[in-house]
C-alpha cells in the first residue's frame, strides 16, 4: 500500500509541474489579467510547497530510520 501511495504522490506531483509548465508557456506573450496572475502565482507556491514535501520525505525517510 505505501508503494502505491509514493508512485500516485509522484504522478499527481509531476502531472501538477506538466501542467504549470503548460500554463506559463501559454501565457508568456499573451496579455494577462491581475487576476490570473495572482492565482498562478498562489498555484506555483502551492507547487513549490508540494516539491518541499516530496524532497524532505524522500530524503527524511531514510535519515529517520537510520536514527532509530
Known amino acids: 500500500m505505501v508503494d502505491f501511495l509514493t508512485i500516485a ?6 502531472g501538477l509541474t506538466l501542467l504549470a509548465i503548460r500554463m506559463w508557456y501559454t501565457t508568456k506573450g499573451s ?3 491581475e487576476a490570473e496572475r495572482r492565482l498562478y502565482g498562489r498555484f506555483l507556491v502551492g507547487l513549490a510547497i ?8 524522500y530524503f527524511g525517510g531514510p535519515f529517520l530510520s537510520a536514527m532509530k
Open 9 to 14: 504522490f509522484v504522478v499527481v506531483l509531476l
Open 31 to 33: 496579455a494577462v489579467s
Open 50 to 57: 508540494f516539491w518541499v514535501v516530496a524532497i524532505a520525505g
